[in-house]
């Protein structure tokens, strides 16, 4: 037992039930404020024994960064003098896009980060998130979200990095180690979740061992993640929330995991009153803390009747004690249990500094997919462009779910702060980047009405009735209508169209599904309108899903997606736009073709067929794969398989590849295996080489074990699932293999020159 077990567990004995119950719960930050002031008179009445999590403290209130701060500070300085126990609070806080919290630095959505296939370029981001959540003391971050997401009707597709579980788990790794860092003492505890599957995919416990709990077991064991959320689904009949199998067999048991549990918000609750899995509240308490989960968030409702469960013996002091060590623990590892430690920044605050807009233009730059190019761009010679469509010089464009601009606007009815931090919308980059090219701007149509209505950031048919009327009163942009006429006559005096297209963030995000994920409103019929002119036209998609594009793919001779690309989005798109920035950037998710309402993917071998499938996106210069080099038979023992090829820029311009590494398995299934991201100059070649190690291959045996098979499976190199420009046979020969926990979970790449 080190010093910190020791101090915790004299600290456990000294503590009343009120006191440890009091930490294994939550309160919301609005409940204990008088204004913008922190209420001691509140404190004493609602939090007297202290307090385990403050929630979501920053994105649920509208005070300046510096009164924000402020306030942890005197919440904190009460909880250290005046509560019994003298114990911080945990302040957590969502950080997809980077810290939740009003004028910090807006990034890319998480779907957005998965299409640039950037590990470090990720983990540089979130490492910058830290810094700023220290600064206002929050300690733990809910993210990143792992699910594994197919069905792009599901309105939280964009919160994933995209449909496949390799990608998935490699970028997940690079988040949580760069929000955590190497002491946790300066960093931020991550959150995998939704543990597991709420994204789908857990009906075939094949699927579900191999594909839905793969990222997550990479986060912990490889990432330490130092906490775990369950989703609001069921696993094999049971709520997530009151899942033994999920939170103790699975994840502490076989895993080794020993950070923290927290519940999704009210999802103890929902095991009593949604799933009927508990005679009542206090049972579905009793249920949750025994299967795992040992903090309830947001707020205090069901745990604090583990008292009365304690006082009817349906539940033992070592189960609410073991639940608080956890905390408390994780509280030790964050530094908030040492007195000396200041537990927020001192002095002046910048909550979008320059390094990290720097950092947000970069990644926007690699999260936007080129999808189509006929050869119109890069626009050059241009002398008129006419901007149109609801996303042109909108900032609910740039932001996605979890984002402060999406909690404040969407939950809270705040209108978007187009300032702090500054966000750039297409029609600001454009200007910066024409170059004495006339830019004409008309909405033309909005983003769910018929055309010529004023715009309406809502979906009438997506949500609560009441929220959707409240939120119509307050949320409309623009009391003028749009003109399409306006706008097809701007077009056909134009050289150019960009019709900036798609979904804002009212469209898109938990509890915003959408069936089927089409262009919204009469944008379909907009665009049509468009093509009649005759003058080219550039499709600019906004969104967090892939989107239908079947019926207006025809008629544009260049697609871009976008999704939600953050604060720095509009610049980066403008620069893509006129080839300032070469793009990179390749697709995480399919984009279906025609039917979406059964998902499909590359690893089923796309039971419908995609417009642009897993892996797809061009850039302004070509690459040539050739000269494939690897064994023809390995063995089933061996630590790695060499596979070396040659990647070449044949093409006019610098720009990156991210070659790609598939294996189709003896049961014919297809799976990612590894992938590199390669800057090349042109005519420059490098020398690849994926070490594959047998373990990548390893299936589920149908009782919590894997095994490698001998067999004939077949290797690819390629620029897409779909798109393999190097094949061959391996066998691999030997005995089947057992492997209880794999040890290895990803290729390793190295990269050469090219002898001549």
């Known amino acids: 037992m080190n010093h910190n077990d020791h101090a915790i567990e004299i600290l456990i004995q000294r503590m009343t039930l009120k006191d440890k119950i009091a930490q294994i719960t939550g309160i919301w930050l609005p409940d204990l404020l008088e204004g913008d002031r922190l209420s001691?008179?509140?404190c004493r009445t609602l939090i007297p024994n202290g307090i385990g999590h403050v929630s979501q403290f920053s994105s649920c209130v509208t005070l300046d960064p510096a009164t924000l701060r402020q306030v942890v500070m005197d919440l904190q300085h009460y909880l250290r003098t005046e509560t019994p126990t003298r114990i911080p609070a945990i302040f957590h806080e969502e950080a997809i896009t980077g810290f939740a919290a009003r004028g910090a630095t807006t990034f890319p959505q998480q779907i957005g980060m998965g299409c640039s296939w950037n590990p470090e370029l990720l983990e540089r981001n979130t490492r910058a998130t830290a810094r700023l959540m220290r600064q206002m003391g929050a300690t733990h971050a809910l993210s990143p979200m792992l699910d594994i997401c197919r069905d792009p009707c599901w309105g939280r597709v964009e919160e994933s990095f995209g449909e496949d579980p390799y990608l998935s788990a490699r970028m997940g790794l690079a988040f949580v180690r760069g929000l955590q860092g190497n002491d946790l003492a300066q960093g931020v505890a991550a959150t995998s979740k939704h543990f597991a599957g709420h994204g789908g995919g857990t009906e075939d416990p094949r699927t579900l061992w191999e594909d839905i709990l793969f990222p997550h077991e990479v986060a912990i064991r490889l990432g330490g993640a130092e906490s775990v959320m369950p989703g609001y689904h069921s696993v094999n009949g049971v709520p997530c929330t009151a899942s033994k199998e999920l939170f103790t067999d699975i994840l502490r048991d076989l895993w080794g995991f020993e950070g923290l549990a927290v519940s999704d918000y009210g999802s103890v609750e929902q095991v009593f009153s949604n799933f009927k899995q508990a005679p009542d509240v206090q049972g579905a308490a009793v249920k949750s803390l025994l299967a795992g989960i040992d903090v309830e968030l947001p707020r205090g409702v069901a745990y604090p009747l583990l008292a009365?469960?304690?006082?009817?013996?349906?539940?033992?002091?070592?189960?609410?004690?073991?639940?608080?060590?956890?905390?408390?623990?994780?509280k030790a590892r964050l530094g908030l249990l040492a007195a000396e430690t200041p537990l927020t920044s001192q002095g002046p605050m910048d909550m979008d500094p320059p390094e990290n807009r720097a950092f947000a233009y970069e990644s926007a730059c690699q999260a936007v997919v080129l999808l189509k190019n006929d050869g119109i761009l890069p626009l050059a010679g241009i002398r008129s462009i006419a901007l149109v469509g609801p996303n042109a010089d909108a900032v609910q464009s740039l932001c996605g779910d979890y984002t402060y601009q999406s909690l404040s606007a969407y939950w809270w009815n705040l209108p978007t702060d187009p300032d702090h931090p500054r966000l750039v919308t297409l029609l600001e980059g454009l200007k910066a980047a024409a170059a004495g090219a006339e830019v004409r701007h008309e909405r033309g149509c909005d983003w769910s009405g018929p055309l010529g209505a004023a715009t309406d950031p809502l979906d009438y048919s997506i949500g609560d009735e009441r929220l959707r009327k409240r939120k119509a009163q307050q949320q409309r942009l623009s009391d003028r209508p749009t003109d399409p006429e306006r706008a097809v006559q701007m077009a056909r005096e134009s050289d150019v169209i960009i019709a900036a297209m798609g979904e804002n963030l009212f469209l898109c995000g938990e509890g915003r599904n959408r069936t089927p994920p089409c262009l919204p409103g009469d944008q379909e019929a907009f665009l049509e309108q468009l093509s009649q002119t005759g003058k080219p036209l550039i499709l600019v998609l906004f969104g967090g899903r892939p989107m239908l594009l079947n019926r207006v793919e025809p008629l544009c001779r260049a697609i871009i997606h976008a999704w939600y690309p953050g604060e720095e989005g509009g610049r980066a798109v403008a620069d893509i736009l006129f080839g300032t920035v070469n793009p990179t950037a390749k697709l995480c998710m399919s984009i279906p073709h025609e039917d979406?309402?059964?998902?499909?993917?590359?690893?089923d071998g796309y039971r419908a067929r995609p417009l642009y499938p897993f892996g797809h996106g061009l850039s302004y210069t070509r690459f040539g794969y050739r000269d494939l080099a690897m064994p023809q038979m390995a063995n089933l023992g061996a630590e790695w398989i060499p596979i070396s090829f040659t990647l070449q820029n044949e093409g006019p311009r610098e720009g990156a590849e991210i070659a790609q590494l598939y294996v189709r398995d003896p049961l014919g299934d297809l799976r990612l295996k590894g992938f590199t991201r390669v800057m090349l100059g042109v005519g420059e070649s490098r020398r690849i080489t994926f070490l594959l190690s047998p373990q990548q291959l390893a299936r589920h045996d149908g009782n919590k074990g894997f095994?490698?098979?001998?067999?004939?499976?077949?290797?690819?190199?390629g620029a897409s699932s779909l798109d393999a420009r190097l094949s061959a046979p391996l066998t691999l020969d030997g005995n089947r293999v057992a492997i209880r926990n794999r040890s290895t979970f990803f290729s390793e790449t190295v990269i050469s020159a090219n002898p001549q």
Request: hydrophobic content about 50%; aromatic content about 6%.
């Open 707 to 717: 095994v490698v098979i001998p067999g004939s499976y077949q290797v690819m190199i």
């Open 596 to 603: 979406a309402s059964q998902p499909s993917w590359y690893g």
């Open 40 to 42: 001691l008179e509140k």
């Open 308 to 330: 009365a469960a304690l006082q009817a013996g349906n539940v033992a002091m070592p189960d609410i004690d073991r639940a608080v060590r956890r905390v408390l623990r994780l």
